[in-house]
C-alpha cells in the first residue's frame, strides 16, 4: 500500500463474549479510532458492552457463522472508504497491542494481506490445534500457490482492493481458509508478521470433527474446480520474506 495516510478500521466479530469484548475493543481503540464489532447474534449483552467501550455495533438478528460476521464488517470497510480493515477476534486470543505491526506492514507496501503468524513462537497452543494448524496451512498454501503460515489465525489486515473482489460463499469458520485461497489465485499477494499465542478462559466455537470434515470438503472444491490453471502470485511478507 505505501502510503502514510492510510485510513483503517478494525472489525472484530463477535457471539456471546460480554466477558471480552469490552477490553479487545478498548485495547485497540488505543491504536485506531474506528472499531466496528459484528454481533452474531449474541444472546448476552455482547452489544451493551462493545458500544459501551466506544464500538460501533452492527447486529445480525440471526448468527450467520464467523465468515458472515466478518463479509458484514468488511462490506462496511468498503462502503465507508476505508482503505482497510484489521479482523482480530472478541475473545481475548488476539493481542490489541500488535495492531502497529499490521499497519506498518500495509504502509511499507508490497502485499495486500498481512496475516498474524503464531507457528514461529506456538508455546502455549495446544498440540492439537498445534498440528492441525501446520497441517492445514501447508495444504491451503500448496492450493493457493502461495505461503500461508497460519491458516488459523483470525488477526489479519486487508486490503479494501481485496474485500472489493474476494467474497467467500461459506460463513463458517472455513469462509476464513477460502477468502484466502480465492484471494491468492486472484494474484494478491500476503505478508506475514509474527504474533503472540494467548489461550486464557475463552471456549472455543471450533467444532474439531464438523470443521475438519468443513475443511476437507473445501479443499476437495478447490482442488477439483480450480486444478492448477491460475498463475501464482509473488508472494511476499513483511520485513523477513518467505
Known amino acids: 500500500m505505501g502510503d502514510q495516510s ?17 477490553p479487545v475493543v478498548q485495547g485497540v481503540r488505543q491504536r485506531l479510532a474506528d472499531v466496528v464489532v459484528v454481533d452474531d447474534g449474541s444472546k448476552d449483552d455482547t452489544v451493551e458492552c462493545a458500544e459501551h467501550a466506544g464500538a460501533y455495533v452492527i447486529r445480525h438478528a440471526q448468527n450467520k457463522g464467523k465468515g458472515g460476521a466478518l463479509q458484514t464488517g468488511f462490506d462496511y470497510a468498503v462502503a465507508h472508504g476505508y482503505d482497510a480493515a484489521i479482523a482480530l477476534d472478541a475473545d481475548g486470543q488476539h493481542d490489541p497491542a500488535e495492531v502497529p505491526r499490521f499497519v506498518e506492514a500495509l504502509r511499507a507496501g508490497g502485499a495486500d494481506i498481512v496475516l498474524g503468524s503464531r507457528m514461529a513462537h506456538p508455546e502455549g497452543m495446544p498440540w492439537l490445534r498445534h498440528w492441525t494448524n501446520r497441517t492445514t496451512s501447508v495444504i491451503l498454501s500448496r492450493i493457493a500457490h502461495q505461503d500461508i503460515l497460519d491458516s488459523q489465525s483470525g488477526y489479519k489486515a486487508i486490503s479494501t482492493e481485496v474485500l472489493r473482489h474476494v467474497r467467500p460463499t461459506r460463513e463458517g469458520f472455513d469462509g476464513e481458509s477460502e477468502f484466502l485461497v480465492i484471494a491468492s489465485r486472484l ?49 511476499t511478507a513483511a520485513g523477513d520474506r518467505p
Open 6 to 22: 492510510v485510513r483503517l478500521c478494525a472489525v472484530i466479530p463477535a457471539y456471546n463474549e460480554e466477558a471480552h469484548i469490552a
Open 187 to 235: 494474484g494478491y499477494r500476503i505478508a506475514h508478521v509474527p504474533i503472540r499465542t494467548i489461550y486464557g478462559d475463552e471456549t472455543s466455537s471450533i467444532n474439531p470433527a464438523w470443521d475438519t470434515w468443513r475443511f476437507v470438503r473445501l479443499c476437495l472444491c478447490f482442488i477439483l474446480k480450480l486444478g492448477s490453471a491460475a498463475k501464482p502470485p509473488r508472494s
